[in-house]
């Protein structure tokens, strides 16, 4: 029973995620910012309350407070801010780029520390028995050279958000052309969130992916081990 549920409950998660992030926000801002409708600001406001409202019901249902959340929902808040207020264009691409770019200088940092924010990203405890892995390279007094692949993976990790802070930033730029406040401006931020998931995350995404790969072929290759046996279950 467990093993359908599990894999029923990410399902969810990645469609909520799409739905109240990308889908809904698209939606209103491109239809609703009209005049006959919502208008401008209301449209905004009406937009981002969805991917504020599931942040933080997403918080609540994790009974913790995980750090990318708050960003996510301090990113919205900031869009919202910026738009409400009519600044210009150039505040939201600066937002932008930098907060995909202050994460990877973070994963760039905490490699030198005791937890280098790469273990949480894609080598976190809900996927390898930290414990087992530790004791075999204990053992086999491979810590030193395992440390050094944890960091060419942070240098991958950290890449994929200097892309993204880079393409966040070419694209509201590029889209971003009307005077703020207006019908248009409104529906070119719904354009620039509908583009954001296959101009943005899916390069990320590979790029994440292919470090996750190159740690379980190093965990692999230093242990002398099948890697199953580092994976929990």
Partial sequence: ???????????????????????????????????????????????????????????????????????????????????????PAEYIAIKEAAIPGLIGIAVLVTQYSNKPLVKMLILNDQIINWPHLNAVLDAKGKQPEFKKKVAVSSYIVASSFFLSSALNYILAKMILVSEPGTTAYTEELGRMTALSYPVIVIPSMILLIAALWYLFAQIKNITGEELDNFINQ
Avoid: C, H, R
């Avoid at 093993?3 to 209103?28: D, E």
């Fill in 1 to 87: 029973m467990s093993a359908v549920q599990q894999p029923t409950q990410k399902n969810q998660g990645f469609f909520g995620n799409l739905a109240f992030n990308i889908i809904i926000p698209v939606v209103l801002m491109s239809y609703a910012s009209s005049d006959e409708y919502l208008g401008p600001a209301w449209s905004i406001v009406a937009a981002l309350s969805f991917p504020i409202g599931y942040g933080l019901w997403d918080l609540k249902a994790s009974g913790k407070v995980n750090g990318f959340s708050i960003l996510g929902i301090l990113s919205v808040l900031l869009t919202g801010g910026f738009s409400l207020l009519k600044l």
